[in-house]
């Protein structure tokens, strides 16, 4: 059964920082592209950042480039999402997900999908 669990969410003030992980179980993790995504209230889920399963970065969301940075640890089947100087309008709940597609390249391009974690800034 395939688990991912994210971790590291919480409040923050504005221009603070956040490190989430998200630790996968139950799939060959090296062989997955990983996303980070989110979701504010009222608004529909949208894309963060992905990397591929050799930890190429396949991109960043407009919004975060320049602040957050992804990456992942095999050995470990964890992907991280540091995210820096972070502003209330990145309050959202994270959700990791992972892709067996070489090149995944929106949200239905992924199988497996974490509960979330929730992040809020405060002003």
């Known amino acids: 059964q395939v688990q991912l669990v994210e971790s590291g969410g919480g409040l923050v003030q504005t221009g603070g920082s956040l490190r989430l992980s998200c630790a996968a179980s139950?799939?060959?993790?090296?062989?997955?592209?990983m996303g980070w995504f989110r979701q504010a209230p009222g608004k529909v889920r949208e894309f963060v950042a992905a990397?591929?399963?050799?930890?190429?970065?396949?991109g960043y969301a407009d919004s975060v480039k320049g602040r957050f940075t992804i990456s992942r640890d095999n050995a470990k089947n964890t992907v991280y999402l540091q995210m820096n100087s972070l502003k209330p309008e990145d309050t959202a709940v994270y959700y990791c997900?992972?892709?067996?597609?070489?090149?995944?390249?929106?949200?239905?391009?992924?199988?497996?999908w974490g509960q979330g974690t929730q992040v809020t800034v405060s002003s």
């Open positions: 997900a992972a892709s067996s597609r070489m090149l995944p390249r929106g949200q239905r391009d992924y199988n497996y």
């Open positions: 990397l591929l399963w050799s930890g190429v970065n396949i």
């Open positions: 139950g799939l060959t993790f090296g062989s997955y592209a």
